[in-house]
């Protein structure tokens, strides 16, 4: 994912990869594309909606995106 083959350069992607290998069990070959996008489906999903993060306090990013939301209606809404 990097111009000289680095797994440095890119720390965010490389953390994400170890995630979906260790968390979400994805470690092992996928036998097709559309069964790999599925799984990926899967795993944004519940990764966004379902696993709280330690650097969000323990809530889920949809939860933070939520409430952004939510602040800026209000900031435009007064």
Request: avoid cysteine; aromatic fraction near 8%.
């Amino acid at each position: 994912m990097t111009e000289n083959g680095d797994p440095y350069e890119n720390a965010l992607a490389e953390r994400m990869n170890r995630t979906i290998k260790e968390e979400f069990g994805l470690g092992a070959t996928i036998k097709n594309k559309l069964m790999a996008k599925l799984l990926m489906d899967e795993v944004v999903t519940l990764y966004n909606e379902y696993r709280p993060h330690l650097s969000l306090n323990y809530k889920t990013p949809n939860d933070i995106y939520k409430k952004s939301l939510t602040n800026i209606q209000e900031v435009r809404d007064n």
